[in-house]
């Protein structure tokens, strides 16, 4: 695996020459410190972050993987460090409201900063990343109360999120969830069930984990339409935001995977953990469609993500395996051999991959440029 290079020129030609950022921030209400020099920093800073923090740890990570003992599941060497140094810069919060701790920034600038850094290490991605749909499915369907209580600690990265919707009964076919959710005196409700693969679902990175988790009322209508949604936490947070007892939300296990292994992905046991219903009863499937949509994005990501690694890899490749002459004649005599990136088919290939990662990157950008409007998240069209 080479050593990874942001693609910066590419990401600017596409802000400057292609899509016209100046201009489309301009014309938003949340786009006035978007800047030219503001998104050309945090290029640069992301940049070196993805570059020197968290490239480096990328196939070490994968090869040591995640490690689970007594439910505790440990992250791989170094990725607590690459967290502390990703919540101190504030990248977590690149494009959330200012009213909760970020910096208010048009949603595309993380696009940007989320590409560079599924790039350079996707596990590592994976735990903020998951963070970002918890956040807007609060920030859409939480009450005033549970926004104050949750957001900021998640904007800031000091806490991460998760969205558990898959038991073992039932993949996609949510209709078939059977985690109950029984209300109690004081208005919370006590969830019990399990539920399998859910990414980012313990760790060791922060103080607590917010899982957003799909369940049923006791009196609940069959099928998809008796779905409700609750915030569970992994510890309870107190009135005044401070952490308090340990939630009865257990990890049971972490999978066995083939790739990014650095990421958990656990099985949670919910034994009447306590939980706080989001948005209106039986309406949680709905709400959750946030998070979904959310998910979707960064599944886009990830795609162009890999193209961009698997084109810098080929070209490392390329420039450093020798085999057999250039078809015009020697073009490295000290060799016995001519590097396979002289050989025109080759250099197809090449240009092949360049022109689907940057196609992808420029079709991501142009339809996925959010604004935030009366705290909810409109899909904008350049």
Not at 8 to 30: C, G, K, P, Q, W
Not at 120 to 129: E, H, L, Q, T, V
């Amino acid at each position: 695996m080479p050593t990874y290079k942001a693609p910066l020129r590419d990401m600017r030609f596409l802000i400057n020459e292609v899509l016209d950022y100046s201009t489309h921030y301009a014309s938003l209400s949340n786009g006035a410190d978007a800047t030219p020099d503001m998104v050309d920093a945090i290029l640069d800073g992301a940049a070196a972050l993805c570059e020197d923090v968290l490239a480096p740890i990328n196939l070490s990570g994968d090869a040591e993987g995640c490690t689970f003992s007594n439910g505790n599941v440990t992250t791989p060497s170094g990725f607590k460090e690459a967290y502390k140094a990703f919540v101190e810069g504030g990248w977590q919060g690149l494009s959330f409201p200012t009213e909760y701790g970020g910096q208010g920034l048009p949603m595309s600038v993380n696009v940007f900063k989320s590409e560079m850094a599924g790039t350079a290490n996707w596990s590592f991605n994976m735990y903020p990343g998951l963070s970002i749909g918890c956040i807007n499915t609060l920030m859409q369907y939480g009450t005033p109360a549970q926004k104050k209580l949750y957001l900021p600690p998640l904007v800031a990265g000091e806490w991460t999120g998760t969205m558990c919707l898959t038991e073992a009964q039932c993949g996609t076919d949510l209709a078939q969830v059977k985690t109950r959710a029984v209300p109690q005196a004081d208005g919370t409700f006590k969830l019990t069930g399990t539920k399998i693969f859910i990414s980012s679902g313990e760790h060791d990175l922060t103080d607590n984990i917010i899982h957003i988790v799909l369940a049923r009322l006791p009196d609940a209508p069959a099928g998809t339409r008796g779905i409700s949604l609750f915030i569970v936490p992994k510890v309870i947070v107190n009135d005044d935001g401070t952490l308090g007892a340990r939630n009865a939300v257990n990890c049971g296990s972490i999978e066995h995977k083939m790739g990014i292994r650095a990421s958990s992905t656990a099985l949670l046991n919910f034994d009447d953990a306590t939980g706080y219903m989001i948005a209106e009863e039986n309406k949680g499937l709905e709400a959750m469609f946030t998070f979904m949509n959310t998910a979707r994005i960064g599944t886009a990501i990830q795609g162009v993500a890999q193209a961009e690694a698997s084109f810098q890899g080929a070209l490392a490749y390329a420039r450093e395996r020798r085999s057999m002459r250039a078809l015009s004649g020697k073009k490295e005599p000290e060799f016995a051999a001519d590097a396979l990136i002289w050989h025109p088919d080759v250099r197809r290939m090449l240009l092949t991959q360049k022109a689907f990662a940057f196609y992808n990157l420029n079709a991501i950008e142009s339809v996925f440029i959010q604004t935030i409007a009366t705290g909810k998240f409109k899909m904008v069209l350049l």
